[in-house]
């Protein structure tokens, strides 16, 4: 096995493989913490504690979209022009759909113990909606025909007119209705109306997603770069192949 | 080598766009019939007068907006099966022109489109319109289609000559349009006094249709070029 390929044979790294463990340990004292120590809400009840799931999904699902446009625009204004980047982009693109889509259902769940329904046409939920959709269609651009130049280009292009689009949409869905809950961690006032151990275990559920997070993307990104190798190289490879076996006949 | 005033072009390629639809007839012949029928079948499906004078608004850009897609779609398919953006390329031209042309000429076909729902809602659904209203939907119409010329050029540069691009732009393009849906949607009802709605509550809407139309009027103007650049 030549050197560049033992060098991309593991997604692994020390760094990641720390950041994998991490993850697990405190996603574990979530999960106990969530479902076992805090206390049922007073109003809510036991239904509460889906926000340790569906706060920190959110908050991963909208960073994911805020490192795919960053990314983009790296690889878009830079004057070297980085694959790295539009790989970073992609694989957090296609992270932050899995936590959106972790984010619409739990919030469904959540709505239907809480308001009753499923689904309210709130401005909150409407754009997130909404988000969701334009990054499947991110997606979907990613997996166009072309070169992986091409692929970048287009879908950097894409990242960054959705910066524009997401405020738009949420604008006018807030002026069209509205009926969320409001934010209760980040009052405007600076008041946090939780209790203690509930509020440790959100943020720990917020620290515990981003570490999977991290580690996704690290992950996907490396495997988004062998694929891109293999599909520059399958050529080569085929070429000298045919060569080998005329050489050997 | 001096090179061609960018109004040169636009007037060019727009000019060129409208010629090419004066010539083959297709938004008469086939997107005007299809918008058409969308109106028809909607009140089949509702099926209820007071509904229909209520939804009306909604109706007509649901309507503009399922042709834009027809539009869009067709106009870069002639510019890609003949390579003819390619050929613009070559000859160095400004690409924001281009965008800028093409964006024109798709809003003045929206906007000769618009006119003939406009005018299917008053016969079909039985909608009224004041003197004030008047004012209000023919700013709302200018303001809502530059806003979907813009937007639908973009985006169809971006999915030309792509494979699967028919069901591409539908998914890419709906979640864009839906704040001018929305907006466009709720200042002609106000123009209509649909449920009661006074003339003045549109006109913040028609705001949120510029601020629209100057996002992707600047944003498509820097983006159009890298994207069809291959």
Not at chain 2, 50 to 62: E, M, N, S, T
Not at chain 2, 191 to 206: D, I, L
Request: charged share 15%.
């Amino acid at each position: 096995m030549s050197q560049s390929t033992q060098k991309f044979s593991s997604t692994g790294t020390q760094a990641s493989r720390v950041i994998g463990v991490l993850a697990i340990v405190v996603m574990a004292w979530v999960v106990i913490s969530g479902l076992v120590f805090t206390p049922a809400d007073v109003v809510q009840g036991e239904s509460v504690r889906i926000m340790y799931v569906h706060v920190p999904s959110a908050w991963i699902a909208y960073l994911a979209f805020i490192v795919t446009a960053i990314a983009s625009s790296f690889y878009i204004f830079a004057k070297r022009h980085s694959l790295g980047f539009d790989r970073v982009a992609g694989a957090s693109a296609e992270v932050g759909v899995m936590f959106m889509a972790i984010t619409l259902i739990t919030g469904s769940l959540w709505g239907r113990l809480t308001w009753g329904e499923f689904w309210q046409w709130d401005p909150r939920l409407t754009t997130t909606t909404f988000l969701f959709v334009t990054y499947i269609g991110y997606l979907a651009v990613r997996r166009l025909d072309g070169s992986i130049e091409q692929r970048a280009r287009r879908s950097g292009v894409i990242a960054l007119l959705a910066v524009l689009e997401i405020p738009l949409v949420h604008f006018s869905v807030v002026f069209w209705r509205s009926l969320h809950q409001r934010a209760t961690i980040l009052d405007p006032n600076g008041d946090v109306k939780m209790d203690g151990l509930m509020l440790f275990t959100l943020f720990s559920g917020v620290v515990a997603f981003t570490l999977v997070f991290a580690w996704l993307v690290l992950h996907r990104q490396r495997t988004m770069l062998l694929s891109d190798l293999s599909n520059e190289r399958g050529l080569d490879n085929a070429i000298l192949a045919r060569q080998n076996e005329s050489v050997s006949n | 080598m001096s090179q061609t005033p960018k109004s040169r072009v636009v007037s060019a390629v727009l000019t060129k766009d409208l010629r090419i639809e004066a010539r083959s007839r297709v938004v008469t012949n086939q997107v005007l019939p299809f918008a058409g029928l969308i109106m028809i079948m909607f009140a089949f499906a509702l099926d209820n007068d007071d509904v229909l004078q209520r939804v009306a608004g909604g109706l007509i850009w649901l309507a503009t907006i399922f042709s834009l897609f027809v539009i869009v779609q067709r106009s870069f398919a002639i510019d890609t099966s003949d390579s003819a953006l390619d050929s613009l390329r070559v000859a160095g031209i400004d690409l924001s022109a281009v965008f800028l042309g093409k964006a024109i000429a798709l809003t003045l076909q929206l906007i000769a489109l618009d006119v003939v729902l406009i005018a299917a809602a008053f016969l079909l659904y039985q909608v009224h319109v004041s003197a004030g209203g008047l004012v209000l939907l023919v700013t709302c119409v200018i303001c809502a289609t530059t806003g979907l010329g813009f937007v639908g050029t973009l985006y169809g540069g971006l999915t030309a000559g792509t494979t699967g691009r028919e069901t591409l732009l539908p998914l890419l393009l709906l979640p864009v349009v839906a704040p001018v849906l929305i907006a466009a949607t709720r200042a002609t009802e106000a123009a209509f006094g649909s449920g009661g709605a006074a003339t003045s509550e549109g006109w913040a809407w028609v705001g949120l249709l510029t601020i629209f139309a100057a996002v992707f009027g600047i944003g498509g103007s820097l983006a159009f070029g890298p994207l069809i650049d291959e």
